[in-house]
């Protein structure tokens, strides 16, 4: 069965810290994996996705298949980061059918 | 706004009653999904369309719920005598067959109340 973890609930730091938000995933196979995010009163939007290898308002993930892990990193925090943010993945054309974590909330404080 | 439309988004219910939501989702995008929230959870997939044809449904959808897309367009979603455990955020979303893998436009939600 296909399932994704997000370990944490909450993290919180200061405006330009570094963050990690951790994503650990099984699935057998190579599943595609995704970051959503939802800032407050906003609609649940993408961030970004694995296979573009692709940097998105300064974050980045990198997908390390040994540690079946996709961990979401910026390395300067900034104050409107400050939002839900929940790791997917989706079976290799599936449709985009996708499976989520619980999420995680990221508090950026001044 | 174009982006995909959920009505209502509320609705307060009494345990037993029948519930229908509607999802208008871009009018460009021929594949429409159907997800639930619950309070600490991220959500789950319930059902997909692709044009009119439900191509897939979860184990989720119990035969209280039932999903239509008739004209390939909007789609609804009733829920058959409700229960306590119905509360949640439905959660409808659309894609292009064309677009980015993975990438889900949502609409803002239907909270559903079963007292």
């Known amino acids: 069965a296909q399932r994704v973890t997000q370990p944490e609930k909450l993290l919180s730091v200061f405006k330009g810290a570094p963050v990690e938000l951790k994503c650990n995933y099984s699935?057998?196979?190579?599943?595609?994996l995704f970051w959503y995010v939802q800032y407050s009163r906003q609609r649940l939007q993408l961030l970004l996705r694995?296979?573009s290898r692709e940097s998105i308002k300064g974050f980045t993930a990198d997908l390390n298949k040994g540690e079946t892990s996709f961990h979401l990193k910026k390395p300067f925090a900034q104050e409107e980061d400050s939002a839900m943010y929940y790791c997917?993945?989706?079976?290799?054309?599936?449709?985009?059918?996708?499976?989520f974590g619980k999420g995680i909330t990221l508090s950026v404080r001044p | 706004d174009t982006g995909v439309s959920q009505n209502p988004r509320h609705k307060i219910t009494k345990r037993g009653q029948n519930v229908t939501f509607r999802c208008d989702p871009i009018?460009?995008?021929?594949?429409l999904y159907w997800y639930r929230q619950t309070l600490g959870q991220g959500p789950e997939f319930l059902t997909y369309?692709?044009?009119?044809?439900?191509?897939?449904k979860s184990r989720l959808l119990s035969d209280r719920f039932s999903a239509e897309r008739p004209k390939g367009s909007f789609s609804t979603l009733e829920i058959q005598r409700t229960e306590q455990g119905d509360s949640a955020m439905y959660l409808c979303?659309?894609?292009?067959?064309?677009?980015?893998?993975?990438?889900?436009?949502f609409g803002e939600g239907s909270r559903l109340t079963v007292l």
């Open positions: 979303a659309s894609s292009p067959t064309t677009g980015r893998t993975g990438e889900l436009f």
């Open positions: 699935y057998s196979g190579s599943p595609e």
């Open positions: 694995h296979i």
């Open positions: 997917a993945l989706s079976p290799p054309g599936a449709n985009s059918k996708l499976t």
């Open positions: 009018s460009e995008h021929n594949r």
């Open positions: 369309f692709q044009n009119e044809a439900q191509l897939e």
